[in-house]
């Protein structure tokens, strides 16, 4: 099974930041999209960001201008900066490729925005 390692989650006030980090195989990173998602309690898992290998980025219009996705191919890492952050961005995030493969998902980290 891949090993996609997220962290970097936390409690934050409304209006906070946060940077979330995934870090994963060579394999899986150099030859996929890779993309940040989330699930919050009783939604569907969706996608947020997507980055592809030519760092090319896309973004679901909820996080547009808020949330930026980023790769640092020597480290086989992604991030997703989060900025602006709203209670509506509580949610365990998780990484994958894009499109997702099933056993690519991790054990996610949990972002809970509160005052």
């Known amino acids: 099974q891949a090993q996609l390692v997220e962290s970097g989650g936390g409690l934050v006030q409304p209006g906070g930041s946060l940077r979330l980090s995934c870090t994963t195989s060579g394999t899986i990173f150099s030859f996929n999209a890779m993309g940040w998602y989330r699930q919050a309690p009783g939604n569907e898992r969706e996608l947020l960001a997507r980055i592809t290998i030519g760092d090319s980025t896309n973004y679901a219009d909820s996080v547009k201008g808020r949330f930026t996705i980023s790769r640092d191919n020597a480290k086989n890492t992604v991030y997703l900066q989060m900025n602006s952050l709203k209670p509506e961005d509580t949610a365990v995030y998780y990484c994958?490729?894009?499109?997702?493969?099933?056993?690519?998902w991790g054990q996610g980290t949990q972002v809970t925005v509160s005052s």
């Open positions: 994958n490729s894009v499109p997702a493969r099933v056993d690519y």
